[in-house]
């Protein structure tokens, strides 16, 4: 059971406390580092591996990539000129990759983590749908192998929080349950998993085409074949195949069997799943609207933005299960506060961060919302115009997106290689082959992305309420972990999409 918890409780549990964080660089990394250092100052020391060839290059890059970042401004404003100082007293860069045995740190750093460390949450992943195989199963799986290990050395570890994805799931319908992957356990109905068995594969033809020589091809076999290999078992794209990997690589490592070690109390490590659905901009605290990256759900606002979207796949009426970032990082703040030191290490507990089953939005929301947006802030043109905001029309299946592209576009890039041939003409061989390039850009967005723009599941959140129900209900809480605490087109119109202008598209 989880118990009472408050802002207070949370905010003492990091005090003293020793952290290490993969993926910082990333946008939920960023949000969590600045979150622990603005509520508990005197946390001891926050471990930063960064893939660095040195200890210079992995602080140039913690400097520039996390911490220079607008997200910091707050706690910059409340050290004032002692702000270097103290980022350089509790946060410590590491040299880094989790592509490697250890990390690749050096043994003498090993020793120092394994005796510090209180608390580790991997953040590190590749996101990319149509990711290399090879890279994809180095990071998402083998990278979560290595810091387990590091794990099981750390003799006063309290907690391992992991973070993966509520996509996992993959192509479903219905209610998704909050329960961690089975060993082999896929979504294809006949076939049993074996990570070793894909640790050898990828690497047997990898082995081929590097003989082969052809560094191109290597790269597009190789990300063919986890699109391969993640729809022989089931998921829809390489990242949620091997973010799911991952997971079972984790049961393995520190849950299962011999996997789980046992230290001074007997007990293993407790671990946490966060699975976060798509993450937003910052809603409240420290900066609301700051985001970094593109998400699905964005590809409507840049369309309007860059005046170039007349239809878009997306069915108005499905849910959008969206969570702001700093409501996922208060989530994983307290979850990691209700299982430290619990006796039950050998159990894995999975949180769903999403808003589906509690306070779900429609996509009709982000389209309204857009709209009204740009129709009161009108974007300006290169000639310096006025350009009217226009409706979108939108596809609700893949079907009839593929037959609108094949009436539009297909029959008249294929009129244009006739006429290339017939007249010999370069100009058409060349506009004709710009043109194929972006239509098969295009499918291959819908072939990736599809499924996710009509995804039709929504997330059981029962531990997550379970967590919610031990704390506060004011909507003003500094660690907020209810999404029926956002009203969402005010959230859309006032602090989601100027969000999108201002940090993605420097508007």
């Known amino acids: 059971m989880v118990g009472t918890m408050d802002e207070a409780r949370i905010i003492e549990y990091f005090k003293n406390k020793s952290i290490l964080i993969t993926g910082s660089t990333g946008f939920l990394g960023k949000i969590l580092v600045e979150k622990i250092l603005r509520v508990q100052p005197d946390v001891r020391k926050i471990y930063l591996p960064v893939r660095a060839v040195d200890a210079a290059t992995a602080k140039r890059r913690m400097q520039t990539e996390v911490i220079g970042k607008e997200l910091f401004g707050v706690l910059k404003e409340q050290h004032g000129k002692g702000f270097q100082s103290f980022i350089d007293e509790k946060v410590v860069p590491l040299a880094a990759d989790m592509m490697h045995q250890n990390l690749g740190l050096e043994e003498s750093t090993l020793q120092e983590l394994s005796k510090d460390l209180n608390i580790i949450v991997n953040g590190a992943a590749t996101t990319n749908f149509y990711e290399r195989y090879d890279v994809a199963l180095d990071v998402n799986v083998m990278g979560v192998k290595y810091l387990c290990q590091l794990a099981k050395k750390c003799a006063n570890l309290e907690v391992f929080l992991h973070v993966s994805t509520a996509y996992v799931c993959g192509e479903r319908s219905g209610v998704v349950q909050e329960r961690a992957f089975r060993e082999g ?61 991952g997971e079972m690589m984790l049961q393995e490592q520190l849950v299962a069997g011999a996997g789980a070690a046992t230290r ?27 985001i970094e990256g593109t998400r699905t759900i964005d590809a409507i606002i840049i369309g309007y933005a860059k005046q170039s979207l007349s239809c878009f796949l997306a069915d108005l009426d499905l849910i959008m299960d969206v969570v702001p970032g700093d409501l996922v990082v208060n989530a994983m703040m307290a979850a990691m506060v209700a299982h430290s030191r619990r006796s039950s290490g050998s159990e894995m507990t999975v949180y769903h961060v999403t808003s589906s089953m509690r306070h779900p939005a429609a996509y009709a929301v982000l389209y309204r919302t857009g709209y009204r947006y740009f129709m009161e802030n009108p974007r300006v043109g290169k000639d310096g115009r006025v350009v009217r905001t226009r409706h979108v029309h939108f596809f609700r299946t893949i079907a009839s997106f593929r037959a609108f592209m094949a009436v539009a576009y297909a029959l008249p890039l294929q009129l244009l290689r006739l006429l290339s041939i017939l ?85």
């Open 423 to 507: 007249f010999f003409g370069l100009l058409f061989a060349r506009r004709y082959a710009d043109l194929s390039r972006k239509y098969s850009f295009v499918m291959q967005l819908v072939d990736l992305y599809g499924p996710f723009a009509l995804f039709k599941a929504c997330f059981d959140d029962l531990s997550m309420e379970k967590l919610r129900l031990s704390m506060p209900s004011s909507s003003s809480s500094l660690f907020n972990l209810d999404p029926k605490n956002i009203d969402w087109d005010d959230y859309f119109y006032r602090i989601h999409i100027p969000g999108v202008m201002k940090y993605v598209l420097n508007k």
């Open 185 to 245: 356990e896929t979504l294809r109905e006949g076939t049993y998993l074996d990570i070793e068995t894909e640790l050898r594969l990828v690497g047997e033809q990898r082995q081929q085409l590097e003989d082969a020589g052809d560094a191109k091809a290597e790269r597009k076999a190789m990300k063919d074949l986890g699109l391969e290999r993640a729809r022989h078992f089931g998921w829809p794209n390489t990242y949620v195949f091997t973010k799911a990997m």
């Open 264 to 290: 001074g109390g007997g007990h293993g490590i407790p671990v946490v799943i966060a699975r976060p659905s798509i993450i937003t901009s910052v809603h409240r605290d420290p900066l609301p609207g700051w």
